[in-house]
């Protein structure tokens, strides 16, 4: 599968190369260093220079700090058991001050990114040729990119500096602007962008922004602004927040804008590089193109791990799970597993009515199970990589007395064994030597390792749901519905009921049980793992950081169809309007979210009749959750504290709302300005 977007990339390397620059990375590229002249005022000199504006936008601001920055202190995160220390600024707003990590980030990959596309901008007037209908549509690309990075920088640090010409970062003074003022200036470069920009991306290459995209995102950006309580003209933010969605929804055909008719599609691994959905997509290197370069800078999503359990802390070294041949810290299957970061809180838990709601094991990695590597074996015969060498019986785990006496598993079960559900396959790609790692599953009663048994399936992630009595492929299942003992009993794979998961003394259901010596799990250790998200672990060939198991290649959607269907649901009821027109909207994500298409008719809380700003905040989490907007969200509705409060003890036990409803302005920000003391830095 050749790179789709490579033009965007090899365009942008080129031009480096051309210019004896080292990297094109964000914090390296000098722009200052070319010639204008002989470079920047020709259409393809220019052109090249204005990929860069798309630069700061994958791996470096989606795949890792703003995905974090954009959903944690919510009511759906909170800490895993024994890892509190880490994050407590963002998820529990803990010495929360103005050098953490991942906020810098978040401010430096967005304003560093905006004096790119200034200079574009300002470039495009200058240019000695070039087709005038190529030169605004590129410069439509730079204004909505603008907008975008803009819009980042206003929800999470409030008022800012607007600097629409040359590098803000070389302003040695900046003075904040009106939110009027940032939002008036977003919203004017995105109607610029949506009247210009094609249905059809330039180039015929996806990765670019087309008019859905800007469509789609002047909704988020209104009801962003929104909570501002900003109006335009006579309509407040709200009504045309929701006459933008509006538009959208009913002419979604003419934008090329999309929603799939089963949420199962969403994240299935062929629609990664080309998703139907999406309105707005970070590209991700392709490991199979020739200009995919391993060590590109700031270019290599880690953002799924965060998500993820640390099995080691949880299993045994070499029992149930297959250590000694399914690498902790190099599984072919899942990925990195050897940190913890964040866990779901039983509020998100709770959302999901498991039984007719697929998005469930759609979204969380509930049943944990050992990986083979039959497809590797057969297909190289020699060379396999060590992850992939792994043969179908090491993979299998025989239940000995010792393991079941552990697990607390039945006696009866002594002597069964427990197969590997997935096998991946060993492909070297054509450049840097990147393995990438294949999964398909064993079908389930197929125990002789033979690939005959292997069957392809749209997400090698998701786990069968509900898990059989009788599954003989998982190791580990935390059941959503809490099961009885003599249900557990029944069955030859450790069982936790996600519920006894959660410290009762925390009513809110924030706080995992935290005594790893008497917590009545046996062993008291598996109060380590917890239903992890997947939607960012990719997991299909090219997905694959060559060995950096840590990090993983793929597109990442910044905002897909089912947001603007939710903002216009949000919109309705923040502006007056009907709570069953809401309800229609929440109702079209519900039916397609249906296990079986007849229970949304029939089964009692599935379909909506009315609609309130909770069922809002309950969709946006079933549909959303880790997605770049849960803390916007809670902002413009001024809800962090009634839902923190309700759901989240462990975040609202510190939380300020004179300071909190925005982000610490980066101290490496302002000890580089004269005016640090006059520009302040949000209370922090």
Known sequence: MKMINKALYKSAWSLCLALFINSCSLDEYNPVALSEDNVLNSFDGWKSYQSNCYTGLWGSLIGMPYGLVSELGTDLWTFPYNNHGSLKQLIAYEEFTNDMGVVTNTWDFAWGSIKDCNKAIQLSTQLTDGNAADIAILTAEARFLRAYYYSVLVAQFGEVPLIVEGDPEKSLTPQRSTMADLYSRILSDLRVAFNTLPVTPYDNNPSRVTKKSALGIMARVYAQGAGEGLSEGSKSYWVRAKEVADSLITYQSAYGATLYDDFGKVFASANNRNNAEAIFTAYGLNPYDVSYNYATGNTKPNLYLHYYPKFDDAFGTADVFRRTVNSNTQNAYYGRLNQQFIAPTKYLIDCFDAGYDKRWENTFVTAFTNYSGVQAITSLVSGIPGPANVTYDAATVGLTEAICTKYGLDASHVGKKIYPYADV???????????????????????????????????ANVHPYPLAADEDRFFAYLSKEPLSGADKKARAYITINIDDMFDTSDPTGSTYKGNVSNNGFTPPSLIMVYPAMMKFNHNFDGAWLGGNFQQKLGNIMVMRMAEVYLIAAEATLNSGGSATEAAGYLNVLRERACRNAADFNTLTGMQLTTATIDDVFDEYARELCGEFNRWAILKRNKAFESRLQKYNKTAFSNFVAGKHYKRPIPYAFLNQINNAEEFGNNGY
């Open 425 to 459: 396959n060993a492909r070297l790609t054509d450049y840097n030597a990147a393995w990438q790692y294949i999964p398909k599953v064993w079908s389930k009663g197929a125990h002789n390792g033979a690939i005959a048994g292997l069957e392809e399936v749209s997400n």
